[in-house]
């Protein structure tokens, strides 16, 4: 009898710890005891039933259920089973709710996970391979040498690099080293349902705003795109004004070489000049490359390689 319910004991330890650690994932973002919307976009799932709990799991490891979370959501839920669902539902709607510990430890490895950052120029910048591509190293440049193309420029058979289309989902992957200081980051994660971007529909700000960011392991807005670098521009008694000066008349833009720098405005708000993330973020692609990159940044090191200080850099050189 006794060991009858060590085994019940030991079985019921280890379904649970199946779906533990998933409820300690949830808790990033959607609290302690589900008590919160997630990022602002989700249901608060305490409030669900547990039938539409076990609904909506269900629906996003399948794909066929969600809206804005739906690829964030689908990459957690895609490794657990029925039972693991049904058990998750179970606990939500039976009060259980994720221990502190637990959860600031899992939101703390999740952001260490994250925080890994790959060095996607490491292979094309290889000392050996660039002295074997440098063409001011060869006595004789043959047309097979020249451009992209390392081909004959006659022949018609080079095929573009082909990308596969299997990047992780949002919050599953690892970050990419920027390509110089303060470059704008390249995206590593799959934006399959997150095109296109407008000023009123950005689903990128639903992990990537500063409060939000940090519990879900994902790279911050900086406070670059918080802040308003725009001259004040005003049309005032048929005169075009910028940052208080007279620069031409209603019609007109005159001569704006005089605004030398305006006034920055901190906002407490994304500047709306800065919505269209994909403008300078874009998908990357770690790919063979044609020819070895000789580019060299210099003081990308440290934090700069996943992050920016162009907050504090962003004047130098304007007098």
Do not use: W
């Not at 305490?46 to 969600?66: F, H, N, R, V």
């Amino acid at each position: 009898m006794k060991m009858i319910k060590l085994l019940a004991i030991g079985s019921l330890m280890m379904a649970s710890s199946i779906y533990a650690a998933s409820m300690a994932a949830c808790a990033g973002c959607h609290g302690q005891h589900f008590e919160k919307s997630a990022m602002g976009a989700s249901k608060v799932v305490k409030d669900m039933s547990k039938e539409d709990i076990i609904k909506s799991l269900k629906g996003y490891k399948a794909g066929t259920y969600g809206g804005a979370m739906k690829n964030i959501m689908s990459a957690q839920v895609k490794a657990l089973s029925d039972k693991d669902i049904e058990a998750i539902a179970s606990s939500i709607k039976g009060g259980m709710g994720t221990a502190t510990d637990k959860a600031t430890a899992h939101a703390a490895a999740a952001a260490v996970a994250v925080s890994k950052v790959i060095d996607i120029n490491a292979k094309v910048g290889d000392k050996e391979r660039i002295n074997k591509e440098d063409l001011g190293n060869k006595k004789e440049v043959s047309e097979e040498v020249l451009g992209l193309r390392k081909t004959t420029l006659f022949g018609e058979d080079v095929k573009p690099p082909v990308v596969k289309e299997d990047r992780p989902a949002p919050g599953a992957a690892p970050r990419f080293e920027r390509a110089y200081v303060n470059a704008p980051p390249m995206i590593p994660h799959s934006v399959e349902g997150l095109l296109p971007i407008t000023a009123k529909n950005n689903q990128c700000l639903n992990c990537h705003m500063p409060d939000k960011a940090k519990g879900v392991g994902a790279t911050p807005i900086p406070p670059t795109h918080f802040t308003n670098y725009r001259p004040d521009t005003v049309y005032k008694d048929g005169k075009l004004v910028k940052e208080g000066k007279v620069v031409g008349l209603k019609g007109d833009i005159g001569n704006t070489s005089d605004i030398k720098l305006a006034k920055s405005k901190k906002l407490n708000h994304l500047y709306q000049g800065r919505f269209n993330c994909s403008q300078c973020h874009a998908p990357q692609a770690n790919i063979d490359v044609a020819v070895a990159n000789t580019f060299k940044p210099d003081g990308l090191v440290g934090d700069l390689k996943s992050s920016s200080n162009l907050i504090d850099t962003i004047d130098e050189g304007v007098k």
